[in-house]
């Protein structure tokens, strides 16, 4: 009888079976923070003061673009969830992302919509931006979806009805 009670509740409680985890490499980490060390010290050392502005212009408004697309993404595709997304800090988990599990096809199409609308919303500014601003912006919406965006080439060839976990050094995808 024991026995029969643990695996019932193993079924009902873990419904879903682990196919894949990606750990996230140190060295993955310090090539992406040295990347945006390059472009930052290229914007400092060709625009100046201009530079430094546009930089920190970009870090904020990009973070601010990727919040609202995401909110207003899953307000239309999913049931809207706050508790399961989140701000991270952490390299390279950096802006709002999901703190819990998500399903990869949500996932798959959200980051396809942050990347397309992003750029479109970067394109917005061109006519009142200048070249140091348009550069940091189109940077550091690129940098901030790199880790999310080889993830998700990672996980190309799975099967689409998945659920993924991101975790601060690894990726876990399950399956039911």
């Known amino acids: 009888m024991r026995g029969t009670l643990a695996e019932q509740e193993k079924a009902t409680i873990y419904?879903?079976?682990?196919i894949r985890k990606i750990s996230i490499r140190k060295e993955f980490i310090w090539s992406h923070q040295f990347i945006i060390l390059i472009l930052t010290l290229f914007q400092l050392a060709m625009y100046r003061l201009e530079g430094a502005i546009a930089t920190g212009i970009g870090i904020f408004s990009i973070q601010i673009v990727h919040f609202v697309i995401i909110r207003l993404t899953l307000v239309r595709v999913d049931e809207p969830d706050s508790r399961r997304w989140g701000w991270r800090f952490s390299p390279p988990w950096i802006g709002y992302i999901p703190v819990a599990h998500i399903?990869?096809?949500?996932?798959?199409?959200?980051h396809r919509h942050l990347?397309?609308?992003g750029i479109c919303a970067i394109g917005i500014f061109y006519p009142w931006a200048n070249e140091a601003q348009m550069i940091s912006l189109i940077s550091w919406h690129i940098w901030f979806l790199a880790p999310r965006l080889v993830i998700l080439r990672k996980l190309r060839k799975v099967k689409r009805d998945g659920v993924i976990r991101i975790q601060s050094r690894e990726i876990s995808y399950y399956h039911r």
């Open 15 to 18: 419904q879903y079976q682990l």
């Open 103 to 110: 399903e990869l096809a949500l996932y798959r199409r959200l």
């Open 115 to 117: 990347f397309w609308l």
